[in-house]
């Protein structure tokens, strides 16, 4: 801190006093005592008592002016007044008390720390005026070359001392400059990190999730009120391993969930968990839970903990098993007396001679109709069976693919369609050939239904080491974006569909998808407006364990 920094107020004035003007005061001082003893006829010149009376002078009013009401600079003049009584003190007992002009030093410190640079060369000025003020007083110049080394040596002694001070405080203010900044960046951060504490503890009390946080350790540092309550309505601790629960199903609701296949388990081993659905709670009063999970770590890697999400779905699950049995139900209801009136024309059929009474076209559209209502039902049970466990049993692709396809000519013969395949040869990968079926029947009907006549519909197979890759493609209207990203999800008719009155529940799809998925495998949709659509299949030769 430079020795002329006033804060505002009395004190600041007094620390400024006590740092620079007090020691050379206590000197001035100690001199009067040392030239009362040693030289007492020196004592009352005026040369001596001028030089005292100024030094006494500057420090009272440097005490009491109250500098900090205007700028520090002012306070050179209390240097200045130091260095003129330095000179008066010098030429009243020089030789006799040699040392007396390193008095000087003590001013010039202020020159050299406490103001500005530029100031300095007053402090130099000024020891060259205490060694020459004897030789303009008495106007007699030194008549040996050890008279002029006196006359310089203090001179240049202050100003190689003033020149390491004022260097070392340039430094000093640099580092404080710094360790000021980097102080202020500090404290940013510091604010920075506890806002973002603060952030992501709002953020964990206010999502309705239920979020848990454990350390490195697998101790748990952060949980939210939503996760506390769910834990204690299921009856385990969130914070006592092996953090599960004895009352845990998987998603069928049915099949026993071991600990470590549990939510927290899984995470806590590392896993990256997303989509996680188990049912929690005893018998009467099970709660359905999707979480998700995945490790959190700094930007160099370091691992910090484990991040838990939790959502209470039981709602959504009890709605989508209540609609899943009431479509499973409906259609067993409608299919056994639609079957029973389609057995029913057929026999009329036969007894009846219908062109004969005119009435052939009636039965035409009865019959035409039936299948046609048959197909949707027969659609609602797919859905339904949709997550029935798959049964590998062929590795036969070929001849399930070019099955359907010959299945599939009729009605697009009467489409005006062509139809195309390009199967390779050999085997591929292993699939339940009932279920891998349904997804090769979806996939060219719908083909057939979005075609106009005219128009070609390719399925394509082929084999590769790791996979087996089947495609179909038409010459459709083709798929927006928007239509793409919702093909799959269940009931979704995309708008030329309902416009066209094309005949489906819009189930087909996603049907496909969960068989597919069920194998290990994934579908694609490659389309654009009025470019038809491709659907590719992928499906893993290897079967995972």
């Known amino acids: 801190m ?96 040699a040392g007396v002009g390193l008095l000087a030093i003590f001013p010039a410190l202020w020159f050299a720390y406490g103001f500005h640079p530029a100031y300095a060369p007053i402090g130099v000025i000024g020891a060259f005026f205490v060694t020459l003020f004897p030789l303009v007083y008495t106007r007699e ?28 405080a340039t430094q000093m203010r640099l580092s404080r400059g710094r360790l000021i900044e980097n102080s202020r960046k500090l404290a940013a951060a510091l604010d920075e990190s506890e806002d973002n504490g603060i952030i992501a503890r709002t953020i964990f009390d206010t ?32 914070d006592d391993p092996p953090f599960a629960d ?28 997303t989509g996680h659905i188990e049912w929690l709670g005893p018998p009467g009063d099970q709660v359905a839970i999707m979480g998700s999970a995945r490790q959190v770590h700094r930007v160099d890697g370091h691992l910090l903990g484990t ?41 009329i059929e036969d007894e009846v001679d219908a062109a004969a009474l005119g009435v052939d076209g009636y039965f035409s559209i009865v019959r035409r109709n039936s299948v046609e209502l048959l197909a949707r039902i027969s659609e609602l049970l797919q859905f339904s069976d949709k997550a029935a466990p798959v049964v590998r049993s062929s590795d036969d692709i070929r001849g399930i693919v070019l099955a359907a396809v010959t299945n599939a000519m009729p009605a697009a013969t009467a489409a005006g369609l062509t139809v195309e395949h390009r199967l390779a040869d050999g085997p591929g990968a292993l699939v339940d050939s009932r279920r891998f079926d349904q997804v090769i029947d979806n996939l060219l009907s719908n083909a057939i239904k979005y075609s106009p006549a005219g128009g070609t519909v390719v399925v394509e197979l082929r084999h590769t080491s790791a996979e087996t890759v089947l495609s179909v493609s038409d010459t459709g209207a083709g798929m927006t974006p928007d239509e793409q990203s919702q093909a799959f999800d269940p009931f979704y008719r995309s708008a030329s569909a309902r416009v066209g009155a094309i005949p489906g529940f819009g189930v087909g799809l996603s049907i ?8 290990g495998g994934d579908i694609t949709v490659s389309s654009a407006p009025g470019e038809g659509t491709t659907m590719t299949v992928r499906v893993p030769r290897q079967v995972e364990p």
């Open 141 to 168: 110049l030194p008549t040996s070359a050890l008279g002029w080394v006196n006359v310089l040596t203090l001179p240049v002694a202050v100003a190689l001392i003033m020149l390491a001070v004022q260097t070392a």
């Open 2 to 97: 430079p020795l002329s920094e006033l804060q505002p107020s009395r004190d600041g004035r007094r620390t400024v006093f006590a740092r620079a003007q007090l020691p050379f005061l206590i000197m001035t001082l100690l001199l009067a005592i040392a030239v009362a003893v040693a030289l007492p006829s020196d004592l009352l010149s005026i040369e001596f008592l001028t030089g005292v009376a100024i030094a006494v002078a500057a420090s009272i009013v440097a005490l009491t002016v109250p500098w900090e009401r205007h700028s520090s600079q002012w306070l050179i003049t209390i240097a200045v007044a130091d260095l003129v009584a330095v000179a008066f003190l010098r030429f009243a007992v020089y030789p006799e008390i």
């Open 512 to 519: 496909v998808k969960e068989i597919v998925a069920a194998h």
């Open 246 to 273: 004895v009352d845990v199903l998987a998603a069928d609701r049915t099949t026993p969930l071991p600990a470590e296949q549990q939510l927290v388990a899984r995470a806590l081993r590392g896993e990256e968990v």
């Open 207 to 238: 999502v309705d999730a239920a979020m848990t946080f454990y350390g490195v350790d697998n101790r748990l540092l952060i949980a939210n009120q939503t996760a506390l309550d769910m834990s204690n309505r299921l009856g385990f601790r969130l």
């Open 307 to 347: 991040v838990i999400a939790a959502y209470n779905i039981t709602e959504l699950a009890n709605a989508i098993d209540v609609r899943e049995r009431f479509l499973t139900t409906v259609s067993h209801e409608l299919r056994t007396p639609l079957t029973s009136i389609m057995g029913y024309l057929e026999m």
